[in-house]
């Protein structure tokens, strides 16, 4: 798991109280994972929630080989997997898809529009990093996020 995958896990467990949070799930299908999986159980009446993300955490902005048009297919691709999966495997949740990148082009920001998710990018990256910053100040309890080096 990349320092990417753990934050947007983190924000997940953290801040949006999802009960599961899974890295790296790997797809039967052999078409690739999906790198982050948050569910937070339904209350009542209301259906469970999943939020799927894609995370790429290039430091030197978001990009595929072959330019913007290959990024966005293979971003628009990678969620049309996770929307197959989450019909599969969560079909009563109100399922959300994401694509988080610290640093996304604004040529690139306009092409992924359309890309079936939502894009967390650029300085709504970096505002939701803020908000696990402020919940790390207020609080020490522990989440289920440590990692254990036994």
Same mark, same amino acid.
């Given at each position: 798991m990349d320092i990417g995958e753990s934050l947007v896990?983190?924000?997940?467990? $953290?801040?949006?109280?999802? =009960?599961?949070?899974?890295?790296?799930?790997?797809?039967?299908? /052999? $078409? /690739?994972?999906? =790198?982050?999986? /948050?569910?937070?159980? /339904? =209350?009542?009446?209301?259906?469970?929630?999943?939020?799927?993300?894609?995370v790429a955490t290039h430091l030197d902005g978001l990009h595929y080989k072959g330019g913007y048009a290959a990024s966005a297919d293979k971003i628009t691709a990678?969620?049309?997997?996770?929307?197959?999966?989450?019909?599969?495997i969560y079909p009563q949740a109100d399922a959300t898809y994401e694509v988080w990148a610290p640093i996304v082009p604004a040529g690139l920001v306009t092409m992924l529009a359309d890309c079936g998710g939502i894009l967390i990018a650029n300085c709504d990256f970096t505002a939701r990093v803020g908000e696990l910053i402020e919940r790390a100040r207020k609080t020490t309890k522990l989440s289920g996020d440590e990692c254990s080096n036994s």
């Open positions: 896990g983190a924000y997940m467990r $953290q801040v949006r109280e999802c =009960d599961t949070v899974a890295y790296n799930t790997f797809l039967r299908s /052999g $078409q /690739g994972e999906i =790198d982050v999986i /948050g569910v937070k159980l /339904g =209350d009542g009446d209301a259906p469970p929630r999943v939020y799927l993300a894609e990678k969620l049309a997997v996770a929307r197959r999966y989450a019909a599969s």
